[in-house]
């Protein structure tokens, strides 16, 4: 087993969707991903808060052994994020980005942090990304995510650090953007040429496109008959993703990443049956086999 | 292996897409469903033609041994319809729908066809579809699809229709309009409650829902990375799904239809290679069963 380093934002969400509607709850890609992730191994995140960030936040995730020593305390209010699901539930309208302490955020990596095995780069600046890879000593598998915003505006900078990765974790519509296909298949195989070793669509309640050097596995999304909130599904499913990998540490096979997409889904499955983390901090282990053996008689033939 | 009768369309289409254009190319529910299932079983076709409706085109059935003696050939033209695709393949934007011979179209089944096991009510209007079940004598399996046309303006006809059949085969944004769900899994519930024992629906790229009383069956589409047309996907998944069932003759047992589900996304995947029915008609059963084993190794763990 080894340890992850998850770079990415820690967040305040004001949520509506045809379920109901929270205000400021938690959120924040490293908080999703960082309490999924400590389902299968250590982690350690690297983000900012604000003044506002409650103690009772924090502990989420240092209940569950996860090292914030690499979290910056700055004054200011923490990152919040305002959206909107309205009938498409695969994508959000944004109503307000605040960024507050975040748009200063500069990642240091404390020494305990450099030599982490594994790292995630979440949806960042992809120049704030390429400062992390620049800190991190010979990781053995990087992974990345990435969003419309920084493909329009800071295209070279995303593209060098696709060079640097191994797995590009991406949404269907982001794809799409970055490559000009619509068609996701076509889109995987184009990302490919881009630098990375393996690459996942993520199609929300559609699933996903796992495409490596020689090979396809794609399976639907875990059926969710009400979908409260899909926000944080992508980061959960990185968050499992990258857990199982990393707790099997055998590197890129592909029986290693096929077991951590179907995870990948198995987890955002949970994240978006309830707003914020609120699944996910009741989920037991057991909860989680039971589903993964639902979605395997859903799957096979 | 039992005999199959479909009711549908037989056309001439019109389509433009990202890939290029077809004039006036062979089409219609009925014609991509008897040369698919043709493949597996033997089939009646019943629906209306044209004079201008050229030999060649109804070889392409008898040559297949397809019973066209409940075709019939009135004066006037044959349907016509114009679409194209554009961005979005998973839907038709239609350009013009030209009736022609089809606007009195009302199916009267010859003796030899009343008693057919399985049959298929293409997409039809539900007025028709119930003349075609006041006809057949205790058929085994009957199953339907329909459209969002249909559904706007016959609705109490088509939940007529949808109480008398055994399998709805139906597009994800119509199985919404149906039942006002945007969640896929929650419309296959809503819609196993109208009537139907099983329920397919169909979501071209991203495969296919499959629910019966029980169990859920889901799984993507085969990945084509170039897309040429992907009018017909849904009636050869039909005609694949039939084929499949009347072939093995085993009822509505879930391992039958997870075979006929499977058959169906294989066949689709064919006709979406390119336009009309060019690439069915150049298909063996050496290409079904080779990209049969391509898609068991990227949908299995």
Known sequence: MSDILVVGSLAYDSVKTPAGQVDRALGGSANYFAVVASMFAPVKVVGVVGEDYAASDLAVLTSRGVDVSGLQKKSGKT??????????MNEAQTLATELNVFADFNPELPATHRQARYVFLANIDPELQLKVLDQVERPRLVGMDTMNFWISSKLPALRKVMER?????????????????????????????MGPK???IKRGEYGFVLRTAEEFFILPAFPVAEVVDPTGAGDSFAGAFFGTLAKSDAGLSVAALKEACVNGCLLASFTVQDFSIRRLTQLTWADVQERGGAFERITRR
Do not use: P, Q, R
């Open 165 to 193: 990765i191994d797995v590009l974790l991406i949404n269907e519509k982001e794809g799409e953007l970055l490559t000009g296909k619509t068609n996701a298949i076509a889109a995987s195989l184009e990302l490919m040429k």
């Open 198 to 200: 393996a690459v996942v």
């Open 79 to 88: 990152f919040h994020w305002a959206g909107a699901y309205d009938g498409d």
